[in-house]
């Protein structure tokens, strides 16, 4: 009996981490556009671009006789392109033209729709499912994998869980402790006083939403490639979104909204091992769950969310 | 000293933006060791100038020279590198960065691993301020410094960069007597070291007492430098605006009758919950101005946003013609009598995107005759805005203009026709004249006497001491949050009043507060 | 002719203007940014081997080919019309209604319940309908108004939120509370009862009345925008909401107000479809109205009679989309493609000026170049 009580918790906890995983990848890169004082919601579109080209880069390159895992992984790093280049489009109508950021945001997220439903129909003829490709599952780390409990909610994941997982920390250094992540917010914070002392605003704001479109990417590529092998139409169905709460959830802070991004994943992980177990609590209501969290955290009765100054504000010469 | 070459100088400096000419050929040169000053009307151009200096703008024909050299100031990194350093009028300081995070921005010292060294900052922070007397507290948020501090922060950042020339735009705005003091002591020691100083001001008597010498320029034209010897305020403000310009405003004695607005120890919070009124009392009677003074920032613009209804007072009273109207709506006040010019027209004073017509209604949009029920009523609103444009010389094409289109001048006059066609019984007027042509301010304090002729009670606030030792026949000073002193302003000199604004003087026999003391 | 004459005329022609320029600087930049979309969307096409021209005849055919297909347009414009009105008024008070997708879905939610379980004669029912996809709509919005309102959450985000909440409470009340027992694969709600249906007004196609009803709720929004105090006032919040203030208009009551009436507005759309078009609720019905509003309202320039325009604009690449697809073999989302571009070009129009003057500078270069290599 307590053998499955501990069971059932690590695979509850190893789920958790699966369905924070496409979260906290978005969520950095949403921190790192709007700490440079880009507001981004077009994380939802930029994933859905990173997972249908992380299929199909995969699919083309097992075409073309790459052994499975490399198809992957080349499949992966293309969704991170692509995830740059979409986002490249969001900083050029938002830092060069100075365009209203939500509604470029807004156009993002369409496009994104259009495009991936579009290539969908041309390359594979269908408007459902793309065919299996090779993907991404799980690489247990050798020694960290047996440790006890922590090994399998941990170390059992597929290989973009790690990189998620690294990102934390190293976002939250790069933004606290060097130079860059000083000036990065300072462009976010007053990017004139910033501009004054010779610090290139452009530059980094450039800079902050290539990083959310290289993070965001990826992220769509764990939804194609490593909780699946396929691609489905609009299969990010909102998660660009949930990141975006969480951002703003964990106050712009990675280890903040990391943890937001971990409540989340917990309610979809027991939504779901909830329903298999047969338990019949209506899952509409946990689904909800982030976003109520979310409203009643920017509402103030969590402790007050700050964004920084100068979202959403094109800076002009 | 003219013989040697001068550390900066700018030659036949011309920008052009679209449709305006900001500068015209402008020349200036700064030696080592010397204050120059540079003059001109709000608008003149000098801004402009001193951004093209600091690399903010490219310059559309001329050259400048470092030491002798032309150089390209393509940016403000050219600008540090050439020791070009420029403390800019609104703090150029990110709010929830440290003091010594805001310095090193931009050129940060770092660790052996590329991390912020932030100890490192920290250590050259205090050396400097200690080599040039500028106290500051390295760890202390901006947000939660004075105002002094934050513009001894601005010039610790310019030597941090090693600035051998310090460009000050408008620095004294913000400060009182005693820091404007300090300031200039600052500027003596750094000339002293051989830093040339350029300092941008329209306060004539400043830099009078500051400047070696004064560059003037006029909607954009170079008009001429003077050596400080030969000046007097008379001659530069001619200079400034082309003219003669009757530095008194002319007006016949007052003669108060009733009491018209009473204000009772009136308490209020600011943001952060911090106490920016603390206790003001005083009256203002029908056919007399009441001026306050102070330095920006002790609680005037609180003060007047409790008298309108748009700032909470926590306790006291405000009463207009002895019915109170504390905490009303501002909807009501203004129904009740209150007519106000605010202090910033951009802010508080236009919708700039509405037409003409539409802003000479707003706050009585709602009311016969433009109104009936929801319904707007269009002829009795074009009906007004013909009259007062006319009434008030607004130039403008015709009154379907949007007010954005007009001159800074003009829209205050948009407003100022506004609020007297309400009728009031009080007129507040909140730096009436900030950001205007002289013209137009002569235009303007003749329409504020006036109205007091016709017997209504005025208040005046201005930071402009000038301004308010002109116009009005009461004075009262204002200092954190607290009325500190009362004068009657003909017996008004500046140096008492100054001394008043820094809180070294108080009499204050309307404060019943202070009274029970 | 006579001088006097030329003058005249000039002086008429200068009337005209007067009176047509600014009309026509209003249409240059919709119109321009559609013309240009549909031009780069025809690369698109190009690109992947089909002829544009063809594709684009078969989009207007679908669209308008026959009376059938003019009804089913019209009826594709409805909900847009009051989705794109909803979020074009919250836009007026400068407020960016993301959620008229939530507020459209409650409404239609509202009035699906009220035509499925009273039983009124339809003029009370119809009315009653309509009625309650304005309410539930409006308080969808009005709980984003009354947030910024009372504690500052951007509008944005709060919508977007409830646009989730919206839909999962509708995934719950469509499965359980109000499914329909006979339900078959998907979960649905019962048909609306024939006292609660609109009418049907250009047989075969399902255009209803609520065509008309959408045009005369355009008309009143612009009298309450543009001849009213409440327009009045939610425009100078929207534009200046200190200088509102100061005016004595309290502007976050009228923030509010704003997203309520918004709100109304998309509920309002909800009710209509479902009494006129769909008859019953189905499980995972997201039509996707509230973001096409976006685009709807930006292209309508926020202004009623623009939004009427821009929404028949977008029912016509929608419904003509499907013909293209299967006429021409262009896959039907490059209508979701030119919506974006539209997006893009109206948010940011200087990018369209930005090309000629880019192949300006190249010239101007190359051109420098080639001097340079002379001498």
């Known amino acids: ?317 | ?517 | 002719m006579t001088t006097s004459d030329e003058s005249t005329i000039k002086r008429w022609r200068e009337r005209i203007m007067l009176v047509v320029a600014p009309f026509i600087q209003q249409l240059i930049l919709p119109v321009g940014a559609i013309i240009l979309a549909l031009l780069i969307g025809a690369i698109f096409i190009l690109a992947i081997g089909n002829n544009p021209i063809t594709a684009y005849i078969a989009l207007l055919q679908g669209a308008f080919g026959d009376i059938f297909s003019i009804g089913e347009t019209l009826e594709a414009t409805t909900p847009l019309i009051f989705t794109g009105l909803a979020v074009a008024f919250a836009f007026r008070a400068n407020m960016f209604n993301i959620g008229a997708e939530g507020q459209f879905l409650m409404g239609a939610l509202a009035a699906t319940w009220v035509g499925t379980s009273l039983e009124l004669p339809s003029i009370i029912h119809l009315p009653l309908i309509l009625l309650a996809g304005i309410i539930v709509g409006g308080l969808w919005g009005g709980a984003a108004g009354l947030l910024k309102a009372i504690r500052g959450v951007h509008e944005v985000i709060s919508t977007i939120m409830l646009n989730f909440i919206a839909i999962f409470f509708i995934g719950y009340m469509v499965t359980g509370p109000m499914k329909e027992e006979s339900a078959l694969d998907i979960p649905q709600t019962a048909k609306m009862l024939d006292t609660a249906q609109l009418m049907k007004i250009m047989p075969p196609s399902r255009l209803s009345i609520g065509i008309i009803l959408a045009v005369l709720v355009a008309a009143f929004i612009w009298w309450l925008l543009w001849k009213t105090t409440v327009g009045y006032e939610v425009r100078a919040v929207g534009l200046n909401f200190f200088a509102a203030e100061f005016g004595g208009i309290k502007p976050n009551y009228n923030m509010f107000l704003a997203m309520l009436i918004s709100g109304g507005l998309a509920g309002l759309g909800g009710a209509v479809v479902i009494s006129g078009l769909f008859l019953r609720f189905q499980h995972g019905f997201e039509p996707g109205y509230g973001f096409t509003a976006i685009a709807v309202a930006l292209v309508g320039g926020n202004n009623p009679p623009g939004v009427v325009l821009a929404a028949l604009l977008f029912a016509t690449l929608s419904q003509g989309a499907l013909g293209m697809q299967n006429v021409a073999g262009v896959p039907q989302d490059i209508v979701l493609i030119i919506q974006a571009l539209v997006i893009f070009f109206v948010a940011a129009p200087q990018i369209v000026w930005a090309f000629p003057e880019w192949i300006e500078r190249r010239r101007e270069a190359a051109q420098a170049a080639s001097e340079g290599g002379q001498a």
């Open chain 2, 1 to 517: 000293m003219n013989e040697k070459v001068p550390v900066i100088e700018m030659r036949d400096v011309t920008k052009v933006f679209p449709g305006v000419i900001a500068n015209d050929h402008i020349n200036l040169a700064v030696h080592e060791g010397e204050v120059l000053g540079l003059l001109g009307e709000n608008g003149a151009g000098k801004s402009v100038l001193m951004s093209i200096l600091y690399g903010l703008y490219q310059p559309t024909e001329g050259e400048i020279f470092v030491r002798g050299k032309p150089v390209a100031i393509t940016g403000p990194k050219v600008a540090i590198e050439q020791g070009i350093g420029m403390v800019h009028q609104h703090f150029m300081l990110v709010p929830v960065f440290t003091v010594a995070e805001n310095i090193v921005l931009g050129d940060e010292p770092i660790t052996n691993v590329g991390t912020l060294n932030t100890a490192k900052a920290v250590n050259e922070i205090k050396a400097l301020s200690e080599k040039y007397n500028l106290e500051v507290d390295p760890h202390a948020k901006i947000e939660d410094i004075s105002v002094g501090m934050g513009q001894r922060v601005e010039i610790l950042k310019t030597m941090y960069r090693g600035a051998q020339v310090l460009i000050l735009d408008e620095p004294t705005a913000v400060l009182t007597p005693q820091e404007i003091k300090g300031l200039f002591e600052i500027m003596h020691s750094l000339t002293e070291a051989g830093f040339p100083v350029i300092f941008i001001s329209h306060k004539l008597k400043e830099l009078m007492e500051v400047c070696d010498r004064v560059t003037v320029i006029r909607r954009g034209k170079m008009i001429g430098t003077i050596d400080i010897e030969d000046a007097s305020p008379q001659i530069l403000a001619s200079m400034m605006v082309g003219r003669d310009v009757v530095l008194e405003v002319e007006k016949k004695p007052s003669q108060p009758k009733e009491v018209v607005l009473e204000v009772e120890n009136i308490h209020a919070v600011g943001l952060n919950d911090l106490p920016v009124l603390n206790g003001v009392s005083f009256k203002v009677h029908a056919g007399e101005i009441v001026g306050i003074a102070g330095v920006a920032g002790n609680g005037q613009s609180e003060l007047i946003e409790v008298i309108t209804g748009l700032h909470k007072a926590n306790s006291g009273d405000v009463r207009l013609n002895n019915e109170t109207i504390t905490n009303h709506s501002a909807k009501e006040i203004i129904h009740k009598g209150i007519a106000t010019i605010p202090e910033d027209r951009h802010h508080r004073g236009l919708v700039l995107d509405f037409s003409i017509a539409d802003n000479g209604v707003l706050g009585s949009h709602d009311q016969p005759p433009f109104a009936r029920w929801i319904q707007r009523m269009f002829d009795a609103i074009r009906a007004y805005a013909d009259k007062f444009i006319q009434e008030f010389d607004v130039r403008t094409p015709n009154q379907e203009a949007q007010v954005k289109n007009l001159s800074g001048g003009n829209q205050q006059k948009v407003i100022i026709a506004r609020e007297i066609g309400r009728k009031p019984d009080l007129l507040i007027a909140a730096q009436p004249t900030r950001g205007v042509d002289v013209g137009a301010i002569e235009f303007i304090h003749r329409r504020i006497i006036e109205q007091r002729d016709a017997g209504k009670a005025v208040l005046v606030i201005s930071n402009e001491l000038d301004e308010v030792m002109g116009l009005s026949d009461r004075i009262l000073v204002m200092f954190h949050g607290e009325i500190v002193g009362e004068i009657l302003a003909k017996d008004a000199t500046e140096d008492e009043l100054g001394l008043y604004m820094a809180g070294a003087k108080r009499n204050t026999p309307s404060s019943p507060k202070e009274v029970s003391k």
């Open chain 1, 1 to 317: 009996m307590e053998i499955l009580f501990s069971v059932l918790t690590v695979s509850l906890f190893a789920a958790t981490i699966r369905s924070a995983t496409p979260l906290v990848l978005a969520a950095l890169g949403g921190i790192f556009s709007e700490r440079s004082g880009i507001v981004n919601i077009a994380l939802e579109g930029i994933m859905l671009i990173g997972a249908f080209f992380a299929m199909m880069i995969s699919f083309y390159a097992n075409q073309y006789g790459l052994p499975p895992l490399v198809s992957a992984l080349t499949g992966m790093v293309g969704a991170m392109v692509f995830g740059f280049l979409i986002s490249m489009i969001h900083a050029v109508v938002s830092i060069r033209f100075r365009a209203d950021q939500v509604v470029g945001g807004v156009a993002i997220n369409i496009l994104a729709l259009g495009l991936t439903g579009f290539l969908l129909q041309l390359i594979f003829e269908t408007s459902g499912n793309s065919p299996s490709v090779p993907n991404l599952a799980a690489m247990p780390i050798p020694i960290l994998a047996s440790i006890p409990i922590l090994g399998g909610i941990f170390f059992n994941q597929s290989p973009i869980v790690y990189v998620a997982l690294l990102a934390v920390p190293i976002s939250s250094f790069v933004l606290f402790r060097t130079p860059l992540g000083l000036r990065l917010r300072a462009v976010g914070e007053h990017p004139k006083a910033a501009d004054t002392v010779g610090v290139n605003v452009f530059r980094l704001r450039y800079l902050g939403v290539g990083l959310s479109g290289v993070l965001a990417g990826l992220a769509g590529s764990y939804l194609s490639l490593g909780q699946l092998n396929i691609f489905t139409e609009n299969m990010t169905n909102g998660r660009g979104f949930i990141a975006l709460a969480a951002v703003i959830f964990g106050k712009w802070n990675p280890w903040g909204a990391f943890g937001a991004c971990l409540l989340f994943g917990f309610a979809d992980a027991i939504q779901i091992s909830l329903q298999n177990a047969g338990v019949n609590i209506p899952s509409d209501f946990l689904l909800m769950l982030p976003y109520i969290l979310t409203l009643v955290a920017l509402a103030g009765f969590i402790g007050r969310s700050r964004p920084p100054a100068a979202a959403g504000v094109s800076y002009e010469k």
